[in-house]
């Protein structure tokens, strides 16, 4: 049992989350780490915004005068946005707050409701896969958007998003949040998470060992494919059924 003074739940808008005044190993160890190099808020290095949400039409025709597809918190997998299959639908009156929402190529979005501290970036392939769709990738209101700023600490989204996805992280975001019901990282308390700051020689590593994992990431998808394609293959022949009964 702690006493927390009556400050320090204010400044922590009297959440009464355990976690938010006892750390855990992982995070005690963490901010230990952070007391022995240069560090930099992730305000100063990036912009942090959580468009005002976009008002979708409840009754929607076969030809709607906008469409969007709306990225969720399930859509982060493994550091990276994939392509989201939610379609929202709004009249043109929206076409403003919609643009505000979007995303664009080296974004990264963190889940600040929920399922706080899931983190992802849109790369060059989601960006592609958006354009090819056709409607604009936007967030949903469970996301912000973090976008890197010019700044002489971190140069390249990929190595921002590298720092922000390690899993010890996201146990730190869990205890900067708070609510009684729904889990919520207050936007005030993202923008001053403590980061360290790579050196040039550390971000040059860190570009090297994300090409190959982004290498790596190709030919997992590309098995993925081919173990799907051959599973399909299996049930259709033992079943005597067509290859694409189940794609309706």
Known sequence: MIDVP???LADNGFSLLPERYIKSKSVAALERALEQRPVAALSDVAEIERGKAPLPL???DEDPPLTALEIVPA?????????????????????????GVTVRPGDILVSIKGSVGIVGIVDDMGAT??????E???????LAIIRLKPNGAILSAAVLNALLTAPWLREKLESMS?????????MNALRSLTLPVPSPEECAHA????AEIAIVRKQIIH???NLAESQRQLWAQLWHVPQDIGDE
Do not use: C, N, Y
Not at 84 to 99: C, N
Not at 129 to 134: C, F, N
Not at 136 to 142: F, L, T
Not at 207 to 210: C, F, G, H, I
């Open 223 to 225: 098995h993925q494919r």
């Open 207 to 210: 570009e090297t060992k994300l």
């Open 178 to 186: 708070g609510a009684t019901t729904v889990r919520t990282l207050p």
């Open 129 to 134: 896969l958006a354009e090819q769709m056709g």
């Open 6 to 8: 009556i400050d320090e």
């Open 136 to 142: 604009p990738w936007i967030v949903s209101q469970s």
């Open 75 to 99: 859509d982060l997998v493994d550091g990276v946005v994939r392509a989201p299959s939610r379609q929202q639908a709004f009249d043109l009156t929206e076409k403003v707050r919609v643009r």
């Open 58 to 60: 409840r009754d929607v």
